[in-house]
């Protein structure tokens, strides 16, 4: 069983998660290494939480954009807990991937978990011209 911080993980109400995002976290828990290495498919994760292929996509996403899970690159069927959230063997290895983590996200080497930057939704009828009356 490995040790993950209470404290880190009681701040993910703050990040607007699915309740299918909060189940697909909790499977890549119950998965990973110490470090937070996951190496499971998504319809692996899916057959964990009995979700939908597609709907376990749909979480998967929502905790990469919310940078709650990351994805290697050129890595397939890998992802990496952010090392605040992941579980480690010894409260040693705990307090050295929290301390590290909180370094590489000063050095902006690390993104910070966060809500995705709102967006202007763009309205279906704003690249319709208005009609313009004729005097």
């Known amino acids: 069983m490995l040790i ?9 109400y703050r990040l607007g998660l699915s309740k299918a995002a909060y189940d697909v976290l909790s499977a890549m828990s119950e998965v990973q290494h110490s470090g937070g290495e996951v190496n499971a498919s998504q319809a692996e994760l899916a057959a964990l939480v009995k ?36 579980g480690y063997n010894t409260v040693e290895e705990l ?22 930057a709102a967006t202007t939704p763009v309205r279906h ?7 313009q009356k004729t005097a």
């Not at 993950?4 to 993910?12: D, E, F, G, P, R």
């Not at 939908?52 to 929502?62: C, E, F, L």
């Not at 307090?95 to 995705?116: K, N, V």
């Not at 009828?125 to 009609?131: E, Q, T, Y």
């Open 4 to 12: 993950q911080s209470h404290l880190a993980m009681a701040q993910l």
């Open 51 to 86: 979700l939908s292929k597609n709907r376990t996509s749909i979480a998967v996403n929502q905790l990469v954009e919310r940078h709650v899970v990351l994805r290697p690159e050129n890595r397939y069927r890998s992802y990496n807990i952010h090392p605040l959230f992941a």
């Open 95 to 116: 307090e050295a991937g929290i301390t590290d983590a909180l370094r590489a996200i000063q050095a902006g080497e690390l993104p910070e978990p966060s809500m995705p």
């Open 125 to 131: 009828l704003a690249a319709v011209p208005s009609r």
